[in-house]
Every structure is written in structure tokens, then in C-alpha cells.
């Protein structure tokens, strides 16, 4: 992996689908540029930022502001010890549905996909004690 990390600015999530494409296996971080909303400018939406790293085995992070119009977001290769958040494993399983994942880790995210989700205790507990919540 490259050492070398920058800080960059995609208008569409093809732009971004590209750099991942070209850049997947030898960058070690990139810092994604999004604009305010205030800004008024045109930029990829962060669900579609994340489902595009999520295809090449990629996650977000860290935020950080970077002047009065922009943050920016650390994105980088996923720790192969890290757990995969519910939330992007109903991601995943869309993209896979859909064919996006890039076909190096499609094996992978198969096996990730094939453990079914089980509602923690205290959450399950909490429940039975208050159907209000």
C-alpha cells in the first residue's frame, strides 16, 4: 500500500465508483471532500459514498471540518478483524442483489451475509418489559 493519502472532491458517485476502482488495493486512505449544504454545490450524497467504499471492501470514519463550506471524511481499507455494522450489512446485501461488489470480495461478503442477524439480549429484555419502547 501506498503511503500517501490525499484529500479529494467527487461531483457523482461514478466519479468516486472510478477512483475506487483504480485505487482500491494500493491507497491506504483517502480524505473525501462533501460540501455543506448551504454551499450550494453539486456533490455525491454520503449513503451513496459509503455503499461505494462498501463495494471495495472500504468504510468510513473520521470527520473533520476543512473550511466554512466543506468537511471532509477519512474513508480507508476496512480492518479484516473489524465487524460489519448491521446497518451495512443490509447495505451489502442490497449492493450484492444488485451486483456492485466488486467480484474480489464478493466471496467475503457472501460469508458476511450469511450470518443472520440476532437482536442483542438487553435489547430483546427491554421489550418484554415495555412494549412502548
Known amino acids: 500500500m501506498t503511503t500517501e493519502s490525499g484529500i479529494k472532491y467527487f ?6 465508483r472510478r477512483w475506487l476502482t483504480d485505487n482500491f488495493d494500493t ?3 483517502i480524505w473525501f471532500v ?3 449544504k448551504s ?3 453539486k456533490s455525491i450524497v454520503y449513503n451513496d459514498a459509503v455503499e ?3 463495494c471495495f471492501d ?7 471540518p476543512l473550511d466554512a463550506e466543506h468537511k471532509i471524511q477519512r474513508f480507508t481499507p476496512r480492518n479484516p478483524k473489524s465487524p460489519y ?3 451495512n450489512k443490509e447495505r451489502l446485501k442490497w449492493l450484492m442483489d444488485n451486483g456492485m461488489i466488486h467480484p ?3 466471496e467475503k461478503i457472501q460469508k458476511v451475509l450469511s450470518v443472520p442477524f440476532v437482536f442483542p439480549d438487553d435489547i430483546i429484555d427491554r421489550l418484554k418489559e415495555d412494549r412502548t419502547v
Do not use: V
Request: aromatic share 12%.
Open 85 to 87: 455494522s448491521q446497518a
Open 34 to 36: 462533501f460540501p455543506h
Open 11 to 16: 461531483e457523482n458517485r461514478e466519479e468516486w
Open 52 to 54: 461505494e467504499a462498501l
Open 104 to 106: 474480489k470480495f464478493e
Open 58 to 64: 472500504w468504510i468510513d470514519s473520521t470527520i473533520r
Open 27 to 29: 491507497a491506504r486512505e
Open 39 to 41: 454551499s450550494g454545490k
